[in-house]
Nanobody
């Protein structure tokens, strides 16, 4: 079955960086567009999207210019490099893939940024 396991979260100070990972299994990772989301107050908001071969990337307005999405298809792993973190970035982060119209989510990893 599809499994997505996020890691790399933690507590950091304002201005610091973190790199999240999402290890995928159970589907054709190298053929799939992958997404990062984070929990907002009433919904999950898109953080970043990357196409299967990394040729196209897209970012949410709140993270544009500070976060960088990447992937390693040989390792079936998705990454999110988060720079200049701010307290407003504090929340839980999830990776997501859509397969045959069905959304699959990991359990998420918590980021807490202190001021």
């Amino acid at each position: 079955q599809v499994q997505l396991v996020e890691s790399g979260g933690g507590l950091v100070k304002s201005g610091e960086s973190l790199k999240l990972s999402c290890k995928a299994s159970g589907f054709a990772f190298g053929l799939s567009t992958m997404m990062w989301y984070r929990q907002a107050r009433y919904r999950r908001e898109m953080v970043a999207e990357i196409s299967s071969r990394s040729s196209a990337k897209r970012y949410g307005d709140a993270t544009q210019g500070r976060f960088v999405v990447s992937r390693d298809n040989d390792e079936s792993t998705l990454y999110l490099q988060m720079n200049n973190l701010q307290p407003k970035d504090t929340t839980r982060y999830y990776c997501q893939v859509i397969i045959d119209g069905i959304e699959h989510w990991g359990q998420g990893t918590q980021i807490t940024v202190s001021s």
